[in-house]
């Protein structure tokens, strides 16, 4: 895919994909143009070689793969994992607020937001919204506003002479989003505002009552290429929408010869620990039931299966910022635009082994795509990836590794517009393997 047209794409989805559930519907209807087959996880399943499928949990996550040519256990699945969720501003259960006349709602930070870019933005709000219809059944919808609706407004300097030096953000008081300005009753119910939404915006005229809802606010501003040559991409769920959106691609552009998978689990930001997340069953479920479909196996083609595949956990890597040079180590300082990144860690944060490594290089380098390596610095800690989890849980052999990027957990991100290319390539070359 030429280079211009990847990234236009991967603006695209990002700006489509406001949660993870927007991110799930999105890569669910890429595949169904490329006549991959939707499997349900509560019926019975019937592969056959050369065909692609996907299945859904909880709409936040997925596990898209192809059964290729090739023998199941004697050649393993060359796999793919990235997340779904970012860092964001989640709405709480009972969030009205009317103060100084103005309508707020409250909000619970999800994972480890950077606080301050979340001031002045425009924002709007999307995610999924259940309701009863006049019947009495339950259903669920996704919604998304669009238009900017809400604001947090930052305190101005006059009032707060240290702000520059020393302000801290209180996420309990400084967060509640402003919506609007209270009418003359000085109430508001945001269950009758998505009520309203539902039955006037979206057709949905038998909805009776909201009952419950995961909303999410999210950044306006459209992604952008921005630098003097374009250089760079800027946009919110770079960390780890990129990822995601590359991992897609790569694996439809790649040949049908070995069994190949793409899985994209939510919660990461969070640890991982759900039903949805990479540290529930989701993956490992997927790969019983192939091995049983594929090889009529047990748990000893499983076993043999898994040890002669790869997994490869692909999130965003720190690039060395030119302001803050002396938070990364001098010989592991990745650039932006220089290719994926090998993440290591010795206390296992990072799943990367020098076999993996050795491996991953090796493809880089018979297929001319530039690579780079990130250590933390020894006196700092280190994040995470769902790399660590998915070899504990399967013992599979298992890379970490992403495109370098800045302001990582910002509302605004910013990544080089070459390496999303880079690691098209890189990935396509490791399906293809």
């Known amino acids: 895919m030429p280079h211009n047209t990847l990234n236009a794409g991967l603006m695209n989805f990002i700006q489509a994909s406001p949660t993870p559930y927007h991110a799930v519907s999105n890569l669910s209807s890429a595949l169904d143009d490329a ?11 019937q592969l056959v070689k050369k065909q692609g499928y ?8 997925i596990v898209a793969f192809k059964t290729g040519e090739a023998d199941l256990v004697e050649s393993g699945i060359h796999m793919v994992g990235a997340h779904t969720d970012s860092p964001c501003l989640k709405v709480k259960p009972q969030p009205d607020i009317i103060r100084e006349q103005y309508v707020q709602l409250g909000v619970e930070v999800y994972g480890g937001v950077l606080l301050n870019p979340w001031f002045d933005r425009d924002l709007s709000l999307a995610g999924r919204v259940d309701y009863r ?7 669920h919808v996704l919604v998304n506003f669009e238009n900017p609706i809400a604001v947090i407004p930052s305190l101005a300097i006059h009032l707060d002479r240290e702000a520059n030096d020393n302000r801290s953000v209180n996420a309990q008081t400084y967060l509640p989003v402003i919506l609007s300005q209270a009418g003359n009753d000085k109430s508001f119910n945001l269950k009758d505002m998505l009520l309203a939404h539902l039955r006037d915006e979206l057709g949905l005229s038998q909805a009776d009552k909201v009952l419950a809802f995961d909303l999410r606010f999210y950044d306006v501003q459209p992604p952008a290429l921005v630098g003097l040559n374009q250089e760079f991409i800027a946009c919110a769920r770079l960390d780890n929408l990129l990822s995601c959106y590359v991992g897609l691609q790569s694996l439809l552009n790649s040949e049908d010869r070995f069994a190949s998978l793409l899985v994209c689990t939510d919660h990461e930001e969070v640890g991982s620990v759900s039903a949805n997340g990479a540290k529930g069953p989701f993956l490992e479920a997927a790969l019983e039931r192939m091995v049983e479909q594929l090889s009529a196996g047990s748990g000893e083609a499983k076993r043999r299966m ?3 595949s790869t997994f490869y956990s692909v999130d965003n890597a720190h690039g060395i910022h030119p302001n803050f040079r ?3 180590d001098d010989k592991h300082g990745p650039l932006l635009n220089k ?6 860690n010795g206390n296992q944060r990072y799943a990367t082994s020098s076999e993996t490594s050795a491996m991953f290089r090796q493809l880089c380098e018979v297929n001319e795509i530039p690579v780079q390596a990130f250590v933390v610095r020894s006196d700092m800690g280190c994040g995470s990836t769902i790399g660590p989890i998915v070899a504990g849980e399967l013992g599979v052999k298992t890379l970490d590794l992403g495109v370098p990027t800045f302001a990582m957990h910002s509302i605004r991100e910013l990544a080089g517009s070459q390496d999303p290319a880079h690691l098209t390539r890189a990935l396509t070359a490791f399906y293809n393997r």
């Open 35 to 45: 006549g991959f087959l939707r499997l349900e996880e509560g019926r019975a399943w």
């Open 54 to 61: 996907y299945v859904v949990r909880g709409g936040t996550s």
């Open 133 to 139: 219809d006049q019947s009495g059944h339950l259903k």
């Open 306 to 308: 898994l040890d002669n």
């Open 326 to 328: 002396d938070k990364h």
């Open 339 to 344: 290719g994926p990144v090998i993440k290591i």
